[in-house]
Every structure is written in structure tokens, then in C-alpha cells.
Nanobody, 122 residues
């Protein structure tokens, strides 16, 4: 059974850090691009970051310099290291997979996790 499971969310103070994990089962991530998306309350889901099968990366302007995406194919897991968190980073974070290349179109992703909540608040 193909599955993506996010973990690592939680409550953190502004300026703090979290590392999200996206663990895959039922398929190997080696040949997939993995995107991280987020949806804040009352807002549309937006693309945050992506890593292609060849380790090319994308970051939204709002997170550049603060977030880092990486993958560990041996563990079949992709990570999103989030530093210098701001209240506006509060959202449910989802990971999604599609073959090889990143895409800005969410409909082009074949598999989605159920999300993990990140709350940035003092």
C-alpha cells in the first residue's frame, strides 16, 4: 500500500526550529520528486519547497534562507528543516510525491500525506 506519512509538527515559539519528516512506504522515493505544501487557516494550500529525484531544490520566497529540504533515500524519507519560524508559518504541512521532477501544479502529484500541524506562537 502506497503511503506518505508526515511527522515532526508541533508548537514552537517564534524564532524556533522544527524538522518535519515525510516517510514513504509501498514505493521507493529514489525516482520521485517530493514537495512540501502548507495550508493555513482560511487560506489556500501553497507550495513551500520541493526536491527532485536528482536533488534539485525549490523554495518559496517566503521560506528561502530559513527552510532546507533534504532526502535520505536509504531511509525512504524526505525532511524539511525549518528555522527562524514565524507566526505566519503556522499551517498544516503536507508532503506529496510525483515522478522525477517538481511541479508547481498540485494536481500533478500522485501521492499525498495527511499532514502535520505546525503552530508558531508565543
Amino acid at each position: 500500500q502506497v503511503q506518505l506519512v508526515e511527522s515532526g509538527g508541533g508548537l514552537v515559539q517564534p524564532g524556533g526550529s522544527l524538522r518535519l519528516s515525510c516517510a514513504a512506504s509501498g514505493f521507493t522515493l529514489d525516482y520521485y520528486a517530493i514537495g512540501w505544501f502548507r495550508q493555513a487557516p482560511g487560506k489556500e494550500r501553497e507550495r513551500v519547497s520541493c526536491i527532485s529525484s536528482s536533488d534539485g531544490t525549490y523554495y518559496a520566497d517566503s521560506v528561502k534562507g530559513r527552510f532546507t529540504i533534504s532526502r535520505d533515500n536509504a531511509k525512504n524519507t524526505v525532511y524539511l528543516q525549518m528555522n527562524s519560524l514565524k507566526p505566519e508559518d503556522t499551517a498544516v504541512y503536507y508532503c506529496a510525491a510525483r515522478p522525477v521532477l517538481c511541479s508547481r501544479e498540485q494536481t500533478r502529484y500522485d501521492y499525498w500525506g495527511k499532514g502535520t500541524l505546525v503552530t508558531v506562537s508565543s
